[in-house]
């Protein structure tokens, strides 16, 4: 899906309100140049029911957002719960009442040439209506990349920097142009990592399998919410261990988990079926777990949720 957004859309760029077509950058900007920004995802979904919209785990996200920065030494002055507490009011003033992802950047600012950073840095943040990421609802045909995973020790996979996006997008593009969904990285150990901006989970003989934080990975937000919502709500076994790529053509469920996705099955590997090829029914159930907790209607995860227009403070 691509994602363009009206140019009235009203944003969050250097401590000011602002319609997006006033929001603009200059040609010198050294995160132009070298990637040196760092970005966050957060999702907002529609209620009709209750007529509300609720930003799902938005605290963790502007904790992870900040912390993130520190990686790349870019300061992001407000706390986490200041940062929530504008995104309510972007969105409020915005009054939008639809499904919607929120994208917070900051970069280094400065407008020169030369690689080496000083301390000028800005920050925005972006609302944008949005729908399914990926058409994934029947079952995604994926290939394992030829590009590997970047390396932790090269550019931080968990830091969600700019820059190290190339990586996802060479990939992502191979893959289409190959015929498939969507790209499975390997890393440099040839394990398996993660997908392009999502991360991944196997099922083989009713337990979850996902690549630890130590595989070159985002630890994803929605990999922790579907980690807590297997164990607690169906009572599996989720284990953390490196991922061997001909397990993905042997095992019995496979799924990718992110902001923008959500949960999406995967029913194809490198043309091989995973399972009988049809959506299995662990990640069916935790597909609908996760519609459900997004939407408030599992009272034990309201935690996870900040209503937008009944917010009068960050409760989440
Ligand atoms: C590389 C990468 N892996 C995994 C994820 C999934 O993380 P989350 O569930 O926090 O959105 C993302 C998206 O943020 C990502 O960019």
Same mark, same amino acid.
């Given at each position: ?18 319609p997006l077509?006033?929001?603009r950058?200059?040609?010198? =900007? ?8 760092v970005? &966050?995802?957060i ?9 509300? @919209?609720?930003?799902?785990? /938005? ?7 900040k ?6 030494? +870019?300061?992001? /002055? /407000?706390?986490?719960?200041t ?20 994208r ?22 972006? /609302? ?55 790209? +499975? ?8 990592? &993660?997908?392009? =901006? ?15 934080? =130590? ?5 994803? +937000? ?6 807590? @919502? ?6 599996? $076994? ?14 019995d ?9 959500? +949960? ?20 069916? $159930?935790?597909r609908?777990?996760?519609? $459900? ?24």
């Amino acid at each position: 899906m691509k994602l363009g957004a009206d140019p009235e859309v009203i944003v969050y760029f250097d401590n000011q309100f602002v319609p997006l077509r006033d929001a603009r950058v200059n040609i010198l =900007t050294h995160a132009l140049h070298y990637g040196t920004g760092v970005f &966050e995802g957060i999702r907002a979904y529609w209620d009709d029911g209750e007529q509300e @919209l609720f930003l799902l785990r /938005p605290l963790e996200h502007y904790q992870r957002w900040k912390k993130n920065c520190g990686i790349l030494r +870019i300061g992001v /002055p /407000p706390a986490a719960e200041t940062l929530c507490d504008i995104t309510v009011e972007l969105i409020q003033r915005n009054k939008f009442r639809s499904d919607l992802y929120i994208r917070p950047l900051a970069y280094k600012s400065a407008e020169r040439i030369g690689l080496v950073p000083d301390d000028q840095n800005a920050l925005a943040i972006i /609302p944008i209506p949005f729908g399914e990421y990926l058409p994934s609802q029947q079952g995604l045909h994926v290939g394992v990349a030829s590009w590997c995973r970047i390396e932790d020790n090269a550019i931080p996979a968990r830091g969600k920097i700019c820059g190290a996006y190339v990586n996802s997008v060479l990939a992502a593009e191979d893959a289409r142009l190959n015929g498939f969904d969507e790209a +499975i990285f390997l890393n440099a150990r040839g394990h398996v990592a &993660e997908g392009v =901006t999502h991360n991944i989970f196997m099922v083989q003989n009713g337990r979850l399998i996902t690549p630890p934080g =130590t595989e070159d990975i985002l630890a994803g +937000i929605t990999r922790d919410t579907i980690t807590e @919502l297997a164990r607690r709500e169906l009572n599996l $076994e989720v284990v953390e261990r490196p991922i061997g790529r001909s397990e993905l053509y042997a095992c019995d469920e496979l799924f990718f988990t992110g902001t923008a996705v959500g +949960i999406a099955p995967i029913i194809r590997v490198d043309h091989r079926p995973v399972g009988a090829a049809v959506v299995g029914q662990i990640t069916s $159930e935790l597909r609908r777990l996760y519609g $459900e907790v997004s939407l408030g209607h599992l009272a034990a995860y309201r935690k996870w949720l900040l209503p937008v227009y009944r917010a009068a403070n960050v409760t989440a």
